[in-house]
């Protein structure tokens, strides 16, 4: 994107469409100008301009809750912005992830458990078997995606689907488990298969 391609408006502002860049959930929509774009590149933090208060404004500058920059795109008429960005925290000032007041979570929800057993591998391990798992060790995760992985081959030999597919989710989450503890997610793995498709 480059912002002397852009077409701001008589105002001089352009609409910036913000969306989660983990889950693709659009978040809200607000306006930037000139200067709240730099601001925005050279802090890594979104800012807008409001236009009700007539000034700069960060996301999250009084409740916390900020939009970690990861990537600008420019519509094909370089008239309008989509802003891929972690949020911290729910965005709309209504309490709510989004301003449409939808939940923002990954349609997919493999993604979406991940996430979960991220938050999980914090808990206390008595409470936890994410955490306690986690909390044995590295080797101890590893043996328990071996020992799915066998359970699941010996399923498989037998025409049972409700075994089959117990023992087939068992490993995915174990799989998971490991992915996270090794500090990896299934974006790493997914990069890797779409390298080999290539």
Not at 7 to 24: C, H, N, R, Y
Not at 106 to 127: A, G, H, I, M, V
Not at 153 to 165: C, G, P, S, T
Request: hydrophobic content about 40%; proline content about 2%; charged content about 30%.
């Amino acid at each position: 994107m480059e912002i002397e391609a852009l077409k701001f408006d008589e105002k001089g502002l352009i609409p910036a469409i913000v969306q989660d860049s983990k889950t693709g959930v659009v978040l809200m929509q607000a306006f930037m100008n000139r200067t709240s774009l730099e601001r925005t590149l050279a802090s890594g933090k979104v800012c807008f301009f409001s236009r009700s208060r007539q000034r700069l404004w960060t996301k999250g500058e009084e409740s916390g809750h900020f939009l970690y920059l990861k990537e600008i795109l420019s519509d094909c008429d370089n008239d309008s912005l989509l802003i891929k960005a972690d949020p911290i925290g729910t965005v709309c000032h209504t309490g709510k992830d989004t301003c449409w007041g939808e939940i923002n979570q990954n349609p997919d929800f493999l993604f979406y458990l991940q996430e979960y057993l991220k938050k999980r591998k914090n808990d206390s391990p008595e409470e936890s078997y994410t955490a306690r798992l986690i909390s044995r060790g590295i080797n101890k995760v590893a043996q328990k995606v071996g020992e799915e992985a066998v359970e699941l081959v010996i399923e498989a030999k037998d025409n049972n689907e409700i075994l089959f597919l117990n023992e087939a989710a068992d490993l995915m989450y174990h799989y998971l488990v490991l992915l996270i503890a090794k500090g990896y997610g299934l974006e790493e793995v997914i990069e890797v298969l779409r390298e080999r498709h290539k």
